[in-house]
């Protein structure tokens, strides 16, 4: 069955410093991977996305790859802020058509 | 951005009764959109797709006579969870899927449901 695993339970960053966050999955051939913001109570928040012919991404801050032989997609935060502090979900995707089904998330915590 | 309005924010009702939950796409139309319940510090678990003018697809082990989801329109869904107990107090999330062809999907802020 498919299979979604994002690293640890909660990962605690200085201000300041690169976050990187990992998104690893089986069973899969996504077309595409896609990562949202969640912050607590709240609906997610689209970030990035990145196709399967695409080995990196960037916006501003955030920077995202793409290994599909890894079966795998890192996200950075760069020069990270206590305001990044949220729930970090990845969601590989099969097609424009396809439903999407998101990773347990991984809970970053950004230390003034 | 795409917007999509959820409502109610928070209801609490007793056990038994029925409760309605309206997700709207403000300034798009959406054919699809979806449903999703969250337990507390757990991912977002896929309920079903709501597709306009023809039934839902519910995901298995989701109970569709429990979880009634209508979607009459091209900018609502609505999903009533019927005679709720204290086992379906949880936080229930809806969103639309971009019509753009790149399926990124813009979600309500969520319902939180508590049943007594």
């Known amino acids: 069955s498919q299979k979604i695993e994002q690293n640890s339970e909660a990962l605690n960053i200085q201000e300041g410093k690169t976050a990187t966050l990992t998104c690893n999955y089986t069973?899969?051939?996504?077309?595409?991977l896609q990562w949202y913001r969640q912050d607590p109570g709240r609906g997610p928040v689209f970030l990035l996305l990145?196709?399967?012919?695409?080995k990196e991404k960037r916006k501003e801050r955030l920077k995202v790859t793409f290994d599909t032989t890894l079966k795998q997609s890192l996200f950075h935060i760069t020069a990270s802020q206590p305001a990044d502090s949220a729930t970090y979900l990845c969601?590989?995707?099969?097609?424009?058509?396809?439903?999407?089904?998101f990773g347990s998330g991984t809970r970053l915590s950004i230390r003034p | 951005g795409a917007v999509v309005s959820q409502h109610p924010s928070r209801v609490i009702c007793k056990s038994g009764t029925s409760v309605k939950i309206e997700c709207r796409s403000l300034?798009?139309?959406?054919?699809?959109m979806f449903w999703y319940r969250q337990f507390p510090k757990q991912s977002l678990m896929l309920m079903a797709t709501?597709?306009?003018?023809?039934?839902?697809?519910?995901e298995q082990g989701v109970e569709k006579d429990k979880f009634l989801i209508n979607h009459a329109s091209l900018t609502l869904s609505t999903l009533t969870v019927t005679s709720a107990h204290p086992e379906d107090s949880s936080f229930y999330i809806c969103?639309?899927?971009?019509?753009?062809?790149?399926?990124?999907?813009?979600f309500g802020a969520g319902t939180r449901l508590s049943v007594l």
């Open positions: 969103s639309a899927r971009d019509q753009g062809g790149i399926n990124i999907q813009y």
């Open positions: 069973n899969y051939s996504p077309a595409y």
């Open positions: 990145i196709r399967e012919n695409e």
């Open positions: 969601a590989p995707v099969g097609g424009s058509a396809s439903k999407i089904i």
């Open positions: 300034d798009f139309q959406a054919t699809t």
């Open positions: 709501s597709n306009e003018g023809s039934k839902a697809t519910y």
